[in-house]
């Protein structure tokens, strides 16, 4: 079906045009994009990429303010990994349907979802029917508590699980949590993986995970992981905050994609991962929210907002263009992911697009603005977003999500149930 969205302006590629375009999508791409004048519903309103997230984890929003004032491993063992043994079926449905309003109502068309030990393939299942574009895994561990780990047979037989519930626009990636919660098992199954097979996991994230023995003698989880073939361009690494000698030309050499977490970060005490210096070295980065229990929101934009102040720091307040940054939640992204007509505004592109529409003031202020892409990153998203497309299909329109199943029970309900079924996992009778 033929659609035309005539937009006063167009942020593409690190670059913003301020003038009428009209963009035409049929059969979920974009045909055209002319320069026209006209009146209509969108004439006030900013057309941009959809923007991707690469490293989120779906199952987590129903926790959000569950798990506060701890550092990685403690927020994990005495916190998330209770939650997250506790979900149900219907208790995860919930979960995601709450993170894809959100990422929907931020400008989000893309992402990478980490997945649980269990029930992902529900997850697939409400990825597919939403409409998102996704990457999605379920989270494979053999070592940690029995609630969240699973012997090597029984991971295996839920990966096909999850692999044959994928289709659409969504596709399988794997996906072990970390280097302590995976034995050589796992690690030697995951590397005869071809090239082209997409794998993700968390890498060099705390000072306490650095510390470990396993990792001590292996010179650094990068060269640990490369010790286990697990390294290269099908490889998305999360935070990698801790680099170690060579590390960084170990990313850069295989073409590995780090993708940035600066809250949970911060939120996590982990550290502050030195974006300028990585890129110096010619390795990919991207961006992700993470999970809402270590960041309470789900906004790529608000994210790019925190990484460029961060590198002003880490590095100048010039080291990193605002194009960069976009790029790192569009086009970037989208080739890290392995989707490669997807995060630009052109003819024979995906129709992933976002519409969003600044106050009168702040076009004002626009117009005089010395980085107009920074200025646009640093708007709130959630409250100018209008309308969010993916490959032509409307998920989203001033506040309302055509695509999403109806809960399965309410959001206050699933969070009470998964509280007390924590606890009951935890065998504790004080506050989890």
Known sequence: MKQKYD??????????????????????SITSITGETRDGKWNNCIAVPGLIQSHIHLGQTLFRGMAEGRSLLPWLFDRIWHLEGAHSRN?????????LGELFASGCTGLLDMGILRHSEITVDILRSSGVRA????ALMDIGPEYTTENLSWLKEETNRVRNACGD??????????????????????????????????????????????????????????NRGFIGPDTILAHCVHLLEGEQEILSKSNTTVAHCPWANLKLGSGIANIPDLVESHIRVTLGSDGAACNNRLDAAGDARLAMGIASVTGSPSSLPSDFWFR???????????????GTLAPGYAADLVLIEPSAEEWE??????????????????????LTIIDG???YQDGFFPTLPKLPM????????????????????ASL
């Open 7 to 28: 937009v006063a302006g167009i942020m593409d590629d690190g670059f913003l045009r301020l003038e009428a375009f009209s963009i035409e999508v049929d059969n979920g």
């Open 91 to 99: 208790t995860l449905a919930v979960s995601v349907i709450q993170s």
């Open 135 to 138: 990457l999605a895994g379920n």
């Open 169 to 226: 626009l969504v596709d399988y990636i794997y996906a072990p949590r970390f280097a302590l919660s995976c034995s050589d098992d796992i690690w030697s199954w995951l590397s005869d993986l071809p090239a082209g097979v997409k794998r993700t996991t968390h890498a060099a994230e705390t000072s306490d995970e650095m510390n470990h023995p396993s990792i001590m003698e292996a010179g650094g989880n990068i060269h640990y992981l490369q």
């Open 328 to 342: 790192s939640i569009t086009s970037s992204a989208a080739n890290a992911l392995g989707w490669d007509n997807v």
């Open 365 to 386: 202020e626009l117009t005089l603005a010395e980085d107009p892409v920074r200025y646009l990153l640093e708007l709130d998203w959630p409250s100018r977003v209008r």
């Open 393 to 395: 299909r409307i998920v």
């Open 410 to 429: 309410g959001i206050g309900k699933a969070r009470r149930e998964v509280h007390q079924k924590a606890f009951q996992i935890s065998g504790k009778s």
